[in-house]
């Protein structure tokens, strides 16, 4: 049975680099990490998505090992405006989308 | 494009009425995508359209939940009779092609049956 975990929260300080990960059992091999923030009454939104080693796009970089049994997004010098709920998404053998149950991040001044 | 649009913003009802929330995805997007948010169960696939043809309706809680889509520009999830426990935030979300691709969600319908 897939499955995706991640933490349930995180702490840090303004200016920092912020690493979370999120472990996924049993992903397909052949599609899309994808991770998404959420703000407080917002839907989610599309931070970024790779399929294995390092993608990077102006907001944030994505780390896949070779068995793609992790992925690491990493938000480097973090703002207040960074505090969020992220997830991570993946997809089963079946096509299923399993999502993560989302780390709550907290960044403090 | 204004985004994903969705209709009504909050809707309180009480238990045995019927709901019917709405959707418009962004123009050109193929796929539609309903998700249940709660506390306690997180962000939950409920069903998954591509081309107005609903593909997987896996994660539709029972049959009191329903969802349509008669066409490209429109889709509603209707819950007949509704229940406390359907009390949730409801996502719609558009993309382009697969479930993996991005996904483009709406602001959400909080819905509460008292």
């Not at chain 1, 207040?80 to 709550?104: E, F, H, P």
């Not at chain 2, 509704?82 to 991005?102: K, M, T």
Request: charged fraction near 20%.
């Amino acid at each position: 049975l897939a499955k995706t975990t991640q933490p349930i929260s995180m702490d840090s300080y303004e200016g920092q680099e912020v690493n979370i990960t999120c472990s996924h059992n049993n992903i397909a091999t052949n599609d899309y990490i994808t991770w998404y923030q959420q703000f407080p009454s917002q839907g989610p939104r599309f931070i970024i998505q790779g399929y294995k080693t390092k993608v990077t796009n102006e907001v944030a970089s994505l780390f896949i090992p070779a068995d793609r049994k992790s992925s690491t997004l990493s938000l480097p010098r973090v703002s207040l405006s960074d505090t969020a709920v992220y997830y991570c998404l993946g997809m089963d053998s079946n096509y299923q989308l399993i999502w993560g149950a989302g780390t709550k991040l907290i960044i403090k001044p | 494009d204004a985004g994903v649009i969705q209709s009504p913003r909050h809707e309180v009802t009480e238990m045995g009425q019927e709901v019917t929330l709405r959707c418009k995805p962004i123009s050109g997007h193929n796929s539609l995508f309903w998700y249940r948010q709660t506390m306690m169960r997180g962000l939950e696939l409920l069903i998954y359209f591509n081309n107005n043809v609903p593909i997987d309706d896996s994660g539709m809680p029972e049959d009191r939940f329903s969802a349509k889509m008669p066409n490209a520009s429109f889709s509603t999830l209707k819950i007949q009779p509704s229940e406390p426990r359907d009390s949730a935030v409801y996502f719609c979300a558009s993309g382009w092609g697969l479930p993996g691709d991005e996904q483009f969600f709406g602001p959400g319908t909080r819905l509460t049956v008292l």
